[in-house]
């Protein structure tokens, strides 16, 4: 029998290009959430702006839309926890005493049981980005997608070795994500537009130098969709 021949894409990365392979490459969305992107979310309610977040919107259904093209999976962290925080990690927990959501409630009793809570309007994902059918949702406790989840599994099940990274946060979640995908042996690319940062502008040019010198490779959307959309 003959195989079929695999049809590489290349990419226009930093520091170098580098080719994927579509089947073996998956797009890992991170928590683009009401919470951390709309008016009326957790971060509107702690005083963060969420302009930026709303800005890559739009690079992020392209990006997810060129992806799906090819047949690249299509992967949404985002991050949840149990009505009764079971899963927070409690008071002996650093993520107890840090993590945004679970600061907020315990500060504002008002909001108790409804910021990043399953089941609510904050911990789903935006309507502009809903997933699709054969997209692959992994709910998270803490601020890698890796931590306490069954996503390497799933990588792993469907052979994936590329991963495009975008989402909340560059300097957050997503970093933290990306950093142990290359611990696993993935090959991380951050798609620098398509990525909201906490903070100044500065924090976003740190996580992408960092990225390119030790962790990864990065492009920004246009040129990420532009190489899966090239005619051969």
């Not at 702690?46 to 093209?69: F, H, L, T, W």
């Not at 840090?98 to 409630?105: G, I, P, R, S």
Request: include cysteine; charge should be neutral; hydrophobic fraction near 40%.
């Amino acid at each position: 029998m003959v195989s079929k021949m695999k049809k590489l894409f290349a990419i226009k990365t930093e520091p170098e290009p580098i080719e994927i392979d579509p089947r073996r490459t998956a797009v890992i969305v991170v928590d683009m959430q009401n919470a951390f992107v709309n008016k009326g979310g957790m971060f509107d309610l702690y005083g963060m702006d969420i302009s930026g977040a709303q800005r890559i919107v739009e690079p992020c259904k392209n990006v997810i839309s060129s992806a799906r093209q090819v047949g690249c999976k299509i992967v949404y962290l985002r991050q949840v926890y149990n009505p009764d925080l079971s899963n927070a990690g409690g008071e002996n927990s650093p993520n107890w005493h840090k993590e945004l959501a679970l600061v907020l409630m315990r500060k504002r009793p008002e909001l108790k049981g409804k910021l990043l809570i399953e089941g609510t309007w904050d911990a789903e994902i935006i309507e502009d980005l809903k997933p699709k059918e054969g997209d692959i949702v992994v709910s998270k406790q803490r601020y890698s997608g890796f931590v306490g989840t069954n996503l390497d599994v799933v990588l792993k099940t469907y052979d994936i070795k590329h991963i495009a990274f975008t989402g909340v946060a560059a300097n957050g979640c997503v970093d933290s994500t990306l950093r142990m995908a290359f611990f696993l042996e993935y090959f991380p690319i951050l798609i620098s537009d398509a990525v909201n940062y906490l903070g100044p502008a500065s924090t976003l040019e740190a996580t992408t130098f960092i990225v390119r010198l030790l962790f990864g490779w990065v492009t920004d959307s246009e040129e990420f969709c532009k190489s899966l959309t090239a005619k051969p």
